[in-house]
């Protein structure tokens, strides 16, 4: 047992060294104080941690320290004003980066991130991505998320849940009717440029998915949430089928049934027909068929029934008819 107390130290020290020394390098300069305050520790042991990155290091080709092999510290800084200063750091800085044209990609993936209500702390997210600025091999491209009419409605929707309180807005269905609902926000989800609300409804007490672009007058209320993303596991679909789901038979390119597998019943067979492939989806009504379409051009027809097939032909010759005038 004695062997292992002086072990578990030195364990507990180097642990203690591979936090610190990544947090200094993210503060150009601290103090020893608000180091100590940071990690919970007593100032000496900062004090003391330091002067043993100050002697730390990668033995060069020569197998001997050389100089630029060891940590070096700002000393008068550091012996005079109690400020840590790190002027030369070795092998941690050696890790590969991330190139300027990957970090812009990751910075933009991470301000689409933050403007999903489940990710209303952005503490983490303006900490990542201020690091990935700093970090790339080369200054990452100026990218920004390009704003949409969704913007006021994602940010209605994260305030609700950094509130703890539930929305209320009007809703027209696919059906064409004006609805009043109150819905608890569990996830914000995109397909293309369509952003969908899925939330816990309290009058059907369920699960339901809402079109944003179909939501007026959204507000945050003052009822308490009854459900939270984290009591009510959602279903991978976007899109649950229902007995009320109406049937319809399409034919589209090989390869595209990625792009409308939300749709698919669990029951459906797909054939064959020439260089096309044939199947069914459901739809919870015919007009929404019509944007699913005009989605996919050249890519999914609708075979039947007649009823759909007109429909989507009538919007689609208004909307061309438009273009013509």
Same mark, same amino acid.
């Given at each position: 047992?004695? #062997?292992?107390?002086?072990?578990?130290?030195?364990?507990?020290?180097? *642990?203690?060294?591979? &936090?610190?020394?990544?947090?200094?390098?993210?503060?150009?300069?601290?103090? +020893?104080?608000?180091?100590?305050?940071? /990690? %919970?520790?007593?100032?000496?042991?900062?004090?003391?941690? +330091?002067?043993?990155?100050?002697?730390? %290091?990668?033995?060069?080709?020569?197998?001997?320290?050389?100089?630029?092999?060891? /940590?070096?510290?700002?000393?008068?800084? /550091?012996?005079?004003?109690?400020?840590?200063?790190?002027?030369?750091?070795?092998?941690?800085? #050696?890790?590969?980066?991330?190139?300027?044209?990957?970090?812009? *990609?990751?910075?933009?993936?991470?301000?689409?991130?933050?403007?999903?209500?489940?990710?209303?702390?952005?503490?983490?997210?303006? &900490?990542?991505?201020?690091?990935?600025?700093?970090? &790339?091999?080369?200054?990452?491209?100026?990218?920004?998320?390009?704003?949409?009419?969704?913007?006021?409605?994602?940010?209605?929707?994260? =305030? *609700?849940? !950094?509130?703890?309180?539930?929305?209320?807005?009007?809703?027209?269905?696919?059906? %064409?009717?004006?609805?009043?609902?109150?819905? =608890?926000?569990?996830?914000?989800?995109?397909?293309?440029? #369509?952003?969908?609300?899925?939330?816990?409804?309290?009058?059907? @007490?369920?699960? !339901?998915?809402?079109?944003?672009?179909?939501?007026?007058?959204?507000?945050?209320?003052?009822?308490?949430? !009854?459900?939270?993303?984290?009591?009510?596991?959602?279903?991978?679909?976007?899109?649950?089928?229902?007995?009320?789901?109406?049937?319809? $038979?399409?034919?589209?390119?090989?390869?595209?049934?990625?792009?409308?597998? =939300?749709?698919?019943?669990?029951?459906?067979?797909?054939? $064959? +027909?020439?260089?096309? @492939?044939?199947?069914?989806?459901?739809?919870?009504?015919?007009?929404?068929?019509?944007?699913?379409?005009?989605?996919?051009? %050249?890519?999914?027809? +609708?075979?039947?029934?007649?009823?759909?097939?007109?429909?989507?032909?009538?919007?689609?010759?208004?909307?061309?008819?438009?273009?013509?005038?």
């Amino acid at each position: 047992m004695a #062997d292992r107390v002086p072990a578990q130290l030195a364990t507990d020290k180097l *642990a203690f060294l591979l &936090s610190l020394i990544p947090w200094l390098m993210d503060h150009d300069q601290v103090s +020893v104080a608000d180091a100590a305050a940071h /990690f %919970g520790v007593p100032e000496a042991q900062i004090r003391a941690s +330091v002067r043993l990155i100050a002697v730390s %290091g990668v033995p060069g080709e020569t197998s001997q320290y050389q100089h630029g092999d060891l /940590f070096d510290i700002a000393w008068d800084r /550091f012996e005079e004003h109690d400020e840590i200063v790190i002027t030369n750091l070795v092998a941690i800085d #050696d890790s590969p980066r991330f190139s300027g044209r990957e970090a812009a *990609a990751l910075i933009a993936g991470l301000q689409y991130l933050s403007a999903l209500p489940e990710n209303a702390d952005r503490a983490a997210i303006d &900490s990542l991505l201020s690091k990935l600025a700093r970090g &790339s091999s080369s200054a990452p491209s100026l990218v920004a998320v390009e704003s949409s009419a969704a913007d006021s409605a994602l940010a209605t929707i994260r =305030d *609700a849940v !950094r509130a703890g309180v539930a929305v209320g807005f009007d809703y027209i269905n696919a059906r %064409g009717e004006h609805e009043q609902r109150l819905v =608890d926000p569990l996830r914000i989800e995109s397909v293309d440029t #369509d952003w969908y609300l899925r939330g816990w409804d309290h009058s059907r @007490e369920a699960v !339901r998915t809402f079109r944003l672009d179909r939501i007026s007058h959204l507000r945050a209320t003052t009822e308490p949430l !009854r459900r939270t993303a984290r009591d009510v596991p959602l279903p991978e679909k976007l899109f649950e089928g229902s007995s009320d789901d109406l049937p319809v $038979t399409i034919e589209m390119a090989k390869g595209a049934s990625s792009l409308i597998a =939300d749709y698919l019943a669990d029951d459906s067979v797909t054939t $064959t +027909v020439g260089d096309r @492939e044939r199947t069914t989806i459901r739809v919870t009504h015919y007009h929404g068929l019509k944007r699913l379409i005009a989605g996919l051009p %050249g890519l999914v027809t +609708v075979v039947e029934p007649a009823e759909a097939r007109a429909i989507v032909e009538q919007w689609a010759t208004a909307a061309a008819a438009r273009y013509a005038r």
